[in-house]
């Protein structure tokens, strides 16, 4: 992602979806759509995302140009809107009163994406364009990933390893508590407050939206939860299901440990921040199935804080 500046100084975001500026080490199964959870790459799903995300009122950048046939480069190009002001993240540092306003607002468009409903689950592009997409549930495809993840992380690290037996039992047993469901909403699926920037009028505006996806809203609420922690209160809404939370708030620790562990064996620049992440929380994986009471049950979700944006490309 670039700022372009024009002759006459005036500013546009430039999207690239080129593989060598991705940081992420390749994988199989990287380009399949019909995984939820494949990474978000591409012009196609950008322009899906944003189609369906304007239509349902929520602000995204104007798009200004687009290329796939590699007119002025060799990669998928988008030209959108510059917001040269703050993100969300920057503004409840600085002003938490100022940034009130702007989190109702938020609350809004998530209400909007929320009461959008479609009988299928996976990418927008996907579903949209009358796709289908592997595995038979939501619950059942963060399981399937979970347990990825979980090998990965124990892989690289022995805390992980020596208490893997216990973290397979945990997310199986949350699992096989989740009851079926038959409508699924839209969700941005990374909305961290740098995902959302703040237009002149006190407007939030989405951004990094290419892995928007019809899911379980409670994936989105968790990721809301671990990002924002207090702030997070204003976008607090009825009817979640507590046992998705739980146990897509085991998974997504998980991810957020495998994740930048496997970022780190490639060149990403700033590895003290990605080995925090992970060490962040793979501690608060760890906490979820450590033994506090006499009968060993393990102690409810703590849904923890920390600043994570790990982006798909530079």
Not at 91 to 112: C, F, K, Q, S
Not at 272 to 291: P, S, T, Y
Request: proline fraction near 7%.
């Amino acid at each position: 992602m670039y700022r372009l500046v024009m002759d006459d100084a005036t500013t546009a975001i430039a999207y690239l979806w080129d593989a060598a500026e991705n940081y992420w080490p390749a994988a199989e199964g990287d380009d399949d759509l019909t995984d939820p959870f494949s990474p978000g790459l591409g012009l196609d799903l950008f322009e899906a995302a944003h189609a369906r995300l304007h239509a349902l009122g929520v602000h995204v950048p104007a798009i200004r140009l687009v290329d796939r046939d590699g007119a002025h480069c060799p990669a998928d190009l988008a030209i959108v809107e510059d917001l040269p002001g703050e993100t969300l993240e920057q503004l409840l540092e600085r002003d938490p009163r100022t940034a009130a306003p702007v989190m109702t607002r938020l609350g809004e468009a998530l209400d909007a994406m929320r009461r959008h409903r479609a009988p299928t689950y996976g990418k927008v592009a996907v579903v949209d364009g009358g796709g289908a997409s592997r595995g038979t549930s939501c619950e059942g495809v963060v399981l399937d990933r979970a347990l990825r993840d979980l090998a990965e992380a124990a892989s690289r690290d022995p805390r992980i390893a020596k208490a893997r037996d216990r973290l397979e039992e945990r997310l199986s047993r949350l699992a096989a508590a989740v009851r079926p469901r038959a409508q699924y909403a839209v969700v941005h699926g990374e909305l961290g407050p740098d995902h959302v920037r703040v237009d002149a009028d006190g407007n939030p505006v989405v951004i990094d939206i290419e892995g928007s996806m019809y899911f379980d809203v409670e994936w989105e609420h968790v990721f809301l939860r671990i990002r924002l922690h207090d702030a997070y209160r204003p976008l607090e809404t009825d009817g979640l299901d507590e046992d998705r939370l739980a146990l897509y708030m085991l998974a997504q620790r998980l991810s957020l440990t495998a994740g930048p562990l496997r970022l780190l064996d490639g060149d990403f620049p700033d590895r003290a921040f990605m080995a925090g992440i992970a060490e962040h929380n793979l501690k608060q994986a760890l906490e979820l199935v450590r033994d506090r009471t006499p009968h060993g049950s393990p102690p409810p979700p703590s849904f923890g804080h920390v600043h994570v944006h790990i982006s798909t490309c530079s």
